[in-house]
Nanobody, 121 residues
Framework: QVQVVESGGGLVQPGGSLRLSCVAS????????MGWFRQAPGKQRELVAT???????NYADSAKGRFTISRDNAKNTVYLQMNSLKPEDTAVYYC???????????????WGQGTQVTVSS
């Protein structure tokens, strides 16, 4: 069983910064992609950024230039550095991991419980 746990959310003023972390634990052969998604009240969950095992990144337009995703493969951890935060960034941020286990050759998918990010003065 693989699980991911997020941390680092909180309340920040507009223009401020936060760093989210997500640690994957369990038994797996590889974690192919780790990423961050967010869901604001009344809206659908949306992509923020993803990063592959080799470090290739993908960002939503809303995140480009302000957010940076990074990954420490040795620690099975993904980070999201968020700068110049805006009130519209307020949402629950979810970590997602796509992984492969030793006993199942196809990719699996797991979500974290989410961490609240609130941008307000």
């Amino acid at each position: 069983q693989v699980q991911v746990v997020e941390s680092g959310g909180g309340l920040v003023q507009p223009g401020g910064s936060l760093r989210l972390s997500c640690v994957a634990s369990g038994t797996f052969r590889s974690i192919n992609v780790m990423g961050w998604f967010r869901q604001a009240p009344g809206k659908q969950r949306e992509l923020v950024a993803t990063i592959t095992e080799r470090g290739s990144t993908n960002y939503a337009d809303s995140a480009k230039g302000r957010f940076t995703i990074s990954r420490d493969n040795a620690k099975n951890t993904v980070y999201l550095q968020m700068n110049s935060l805006k009130p519209e960034d307020t949402a629950v941020y979810y970590c997602n991991s796509r992984f492969v286990t030793w006993d199942f050759p196809y990719e699996n998918n797991v979500w974290g419980q989410g961490t609240q990010v609130t941008v307000s003065s």
